[in-house]
């Protein structure tokens, strides 16, 4: 536990929080993008430079941009008439609680916790990722191919504007919608 | 007599100087310290010389005179520039979102900035070496697009929330060509380290290098690119997100003052780091083109290299004229990206054509270079007459100033 | 606690966050945040044991979570598809007031 990690830690959670808690949902869209942009910080940190930089690319560049426009098409920009500390918020919130009181138990009593010894960061070359995705791992690679194709055709087709429903301006976002995938 | 290599090296002799003596636990801090400090002032100093570049030089293509009021011939109008929207008053809508609005140019900025580090600016002059260098150029450039989404969605004025809304369906749309014409270089090169792409590029044969735009795929790839790029930096002739004659100015029609000028600010560094990636990638980096030309120093190929980028993108300012938003879609997706597929193709083709396949170097390199421009060049007259099916060109008719 | 251990502790805590989200917030665009959310977490976990495991050389836990985002990258497009596409039929994208399965 370092000092950069703690502070990385703290600003993914923080983002997480407040992306489940305000009340305006562009301000949640905002918060989330702090928490994947401390997520990815927390990868290069962690040594993984490729899934770091990925993570930014299609969380904060695509996923991000696309919530943030499902919002503004969805006329969500106005905000929920009630905020996380509804009734229901606060059960959910127990839960949760309850949940992560389990998983840092199951982490506590684990073996894993404290066998882990502090090893040297692993230095992987973009170069053998290349040769991993490329020779070991190309079945699973064509079928993500294939998977990402097959999502796109389908979001395009959700998202296209029905006939008999004639709100203007739809169908470009929809186009934009399905090939941002 | 100071020999070339010295030159070359000035810059990074001195900071090495400065780093051996400050006292060794500072030492990181002080070379993090200089190397920000001096893409911060260089990038800052060369956006106030392009803002008069660019009214000189379009004043020229439209026949006037630009700003010539401060100092001789004008140089000192930035700071006259600078001066004017650091005392005007800045203007927040009432009804506007207070922290986004104030946070959206601070995160563009900042975002712009970020990407220099990866960008090879001289022979051992790139602020961080990073294995995956150019990937870490997309991926924090990719922050940029909320960045404006931010400013337009926290002015509350409906022609901010519209730029907004060209802006990123513009720059989504063209990021896809920008990443995939520079994977054909990335293809070659084998690497995605931007210092490596350009020593690749800085060897020499029969005295010329081995940039990749003279290759027939990095030829295309190039064009492709600082098409992409055009369009990326949201310049004319793809500036439909400020468009001044329908949507006033866009995503920053509610800045005023400082913000204002922050975001004029990344605009042009936005346009300086993506024309040196273009440079990078396609244009050898800080090397020379020709071997006896290699004493010039380094970074003065860069900035030459930049310079002359610059001039391409104010020319294109002057001389076409904007596009609608459905041609601007159109483009990318129904010619820009296929261009791209076939642009990488044409790089593994002629990653696969070696002096085994295609005979000796003189005869076999021509070989080499016209199959692989043909792939190129058949599928672009294809496209091209595919898409221009049914259209007719007429000659234009004035109808009200014959 | 080792490093590994933070790491599962803040993932927890991601995927509590997640959970709590995605099952009170009433937009259903939020919904999927939180359930993006909780994809992140379970990925902060793969790096966590890759860096920390026993054969950091074979790759398996980064390449999963490569892989990983790009599913989550698919997941987002055909969930916000859908979410429009239901906003468009119910003219809201609260998940409490779509109670009807009737088009």
Not at chain 2, 62 to 91: C, H, M, W
Not at chain 2, 193 to 201: G, M, N
Not at chain 2, 359 to 365: A, E, F, N
Request: net charge positive.
């Amino acid at each position: 536990m370092t000092l950069p990690f703690l502070i990385l830690a703290i600003m993914t959670l923080a983002g997480g929080v407040a992306a489940m808690t305000m009340r305006r949902l562009v301000h949640c869209a905002l918060a989330l993008v702090v928490s994947f942009a401390g997520l990815s910080a927390l990868y290069l940190n962690l040594g993984a430079e490729f899934a770091g930089l990925a993570q930014l690319l299609v969380y904060v560049g695509a996923i991000a941009i696309l919530i943030v426009f499902a919002i503004l098409l969805t006329r969500g920009g106005e905000g929920e008439p009630e905020g996380a500390f509804s009734p229901a918020g606060i059960v959910g919130a127990v839960v949760a609680l309850a949940v992560f009181a389990v998983l840092a138990w199951a982490v506590e009593t684990s073996g894993v916790a404290r066998a882990g010894v502090t090893v040297a960061a692993p230095q992987i070359t973009m170069r053998e990722i290349g040769f991993a995705l490329m020779q070991r791992y190309v079945l699973p690679l064509e079928v993500i191919a294939l998977m990402l194709t097959a999502a796109m055709i389908g979001a395009v087709i959700l998202a296209l504007r029905e006939k008999r429903n004639d709100s203007a301006g739809d169908s470009g976002a929809a186009q934009k919608q399905g090939l941002r995938a | 007599m100071i020999s070339p290599g010295a030159v070359d090296q000035v810059f990074v002799t001195l900071k090495d100087w400065i780093v051996f003596h400050t006292p060794a636990p500072l030492q990181t801090l002080v070379s993090i310290v200089i190397e920000v400090a001096t893409i911060i002032v260089v990038f800052a100093a060369l956006f106030a010389l392009a803002t008069v570049f660019e009214r000189k030089g379009l004043g020229r293509m439209q026949n006037r005179y630009g700003p010539n009021r401060v100092g001789p011939f004008g140089v000192f109008q930035p700071i006259a520039d600078a001066v004017k929207s650091l005392t005007k008053e800045d203007v927040v809508p009432r009804a506007a979102d207070h922290v986004v609005h104030y946070l959206a140019p601070l995160v563009l900025v900042g975002v712009v900035f970020l990407t220099y580090a990866v960008l090879p600016v001289g022979r051992n002059m790139t602020a961080v070496n990073l294995d995956a260098g150019v990937l870490y150029f997309f991926a924090v450039g990719a922050a940029t697009e909320l960045a404006i989404f931010m400013a337009g969605w926290s002015s509350h004025n409906k022609y901010s929330l519209l730029g907004a809304m060209r802006a990123i369906a513009q720059m989504v749309s063209y990021e896809i060509p920008l990443i995939l014409s520079s994977v054909a270089v990335i293809m070659i090169a084998g690497t995605l380290s931007t210092v490596k792409i350009v020593e690749l590029q800085a060897r020499y044969s029969n005295g010329l290098a081995h940039w990749y735009v003279f290759t027939p795929w990095g030829l295309a790839g190039f064009i492709l690119f600082m098409i992409a790029a055009t369009a990326e930096t949201n310049r004319s002739p793809f500036d439909l997100p400020e468009g001044e004659s329908e949507i006033i100015s866009g995503y920053f029609i509610e800045y005023s003052g400082f913000k204002f000028a922050l975001f004029f600010l990344a605009e042009y560094l936005e346009m300086f780091a993506v024309s040196g990636l273009g440079i990078t990638l396609f244009l050898g980096g800080w090397s020379s083109p020709v071997s006896f030309l290699a004493w010039i120093p380094s970074w003065l190929w860069f900035f030459g290299k930049l310079l002359a980028l610059l001039f391409a993108f104010i020319w294109v300012r002057g001389t076409v004229p904007r596009l609608r938003m459905d041609q601007l879609m159109n483009f990318a997706w129904k010619f820009m990206l296929p261009m791209t597929l076939v642009t990488i193709l044409s790089a593994g083709i002629w990653h696969f054509l070696t002096v085994a396949v295609v005979g000796p170097k003189p005869l076999g390199g021509v070989i080499r270079w016209l199959v692989c421009a043909l792939v190129i060049f058949v599928p672009y007259i294809t496209l091209a007459r595919v898409l221009e099916r049914g259209r007719r060109i007429e000659k234009r008719v004035y109808r009200f100033a014959e | 606690m080792t490093p590994l251990a933070g790491c599962l502790l803040v993932s927890a805590l991601l995927f509590s966050v997640g959970l709590a989200g995605a099952l009170t917030r009433r937009s259903a665009i939020l919904v999927l945040a939180g359930i993006e959310l909780m994809l992140n977490a379970a990925n902060l976990n793969f790096i966590a044991f890759w860096r920390f495991g026993a054969h950091p050389e074979f790759l398996t836990g980064l390449i999963f979570v490569i892989f990983s985002i790009a599913v989550a990258a698919a997941e987002a497009a055909v969930g916000l598809a859908l979410i429009l596409a239901i906003y468009r039929h119910a003219r809201t994208s609260d998940v409490s007031e779509i109670t009807e399965m009737k088009g």
